[in-house]
């Protein structure tokens, strides 16, 4: 099985950066997921790493240390509308997601 | 439009009782998945199943039962509805092709056991 652990809660500013922690053990490890998801929706796909380094897609970046089982996600220019849960979920050989608790963005103004 | 969808969106029962919660997907993905989502705890697998006809359990699957039929329906059956049981559930489906391929989920149904 996996242990993932996240922070459960982070407040930041409109316009500042914010970068959410995930640490986790696996016992087959096929790729780390992080999705967002608002309240009272489902959750939706933000990035995938399965190599070592840095995945960058427009203001959101995720990185990946497979040594470390450690991996973080970050959110540049950060708007209202990233005040959501975010979500690090791991996948392990028979494609099982197994996810953490999720961390709460509250974006102030 | 392509998606998943769940049925109902929510609901509210008597202990004891059966219920079934739907789920259709229209991608033509080989997997499917049901987790329930309770606070602080995130989502939790209770049952997937990666091909039609075939089924496994996951993290939480006592009390649940599920079928696939066929490639598009992932019935979830709680046979003797508890409390414990109150929580957001969510079916989700993917491709199972490796790399970047991620779930997708549906809109949930929120359950309340009383």
């Known amino acids: 099985g996996q242990n993932i652990d996240q922070p459960t809660e982070m407040t930041a500013t409109e316009g500042a950066i914010v970068q959410i922690n995930c640490t986790y053990q696996t016992s087959g490890f096929n790729g780390l997921f992080w999705y967002q998801q608002h309240a009272g929706e489902a959750p939706t796909f933000l990035s995938y790493?399965?190599?070592?380094g840095l995945e960058e897609k427009g203001r959101f970046s995720s990185f990946l240390s497979r040594s470390k089982g450690y991996s973080y996600l970050l959110l540049k220019e950060l708007q209202m509308k990233d005040s959501a849960s975010y979500l690090c979920a791991v996948r392990d050989s028979d494609y099982k997601l197994s996810f953490g608790a999720g961390t709460t963005v509250t974006v102030r103004a | 439009i392509a998606g998943i969808t769940q049925a109902p969106t929510s609901q509210i029962l008597a202990a004891g009782r059966r219920m079934t919660l739907r789920c259709t997907q229209d991608m033509r993905h080989n997997a499917m998945y049901w987790y329930r989502q309770d606070l602080g705890l995130g989502l939790r697998l209770i049952h997937y199943s990666n091909t039609a006809g075939t089924t496994g359990k996951g993290e939480v699957p006592d009390g649940y039962s599920v079928s696939r039929a066929n490639t598009d329906d992932f019935p979830l059956t709680l046979a003797s509805a508890v409390p414990s049981q109150t929580s957001v559930y969510f079916c989700?489906?993917?491709?199972?092709?490796?790399?970047?391929?991620?779930?997708?989920f549906g809109p949930g149904t929120r359950l309340t056991v009383l």
């Open positions: 790493n399965v190599l070592d």
């Open positions: 989700a489906s993917s491709r199972l092709a490796g790399g970047p391929d991620t779930q997708y």
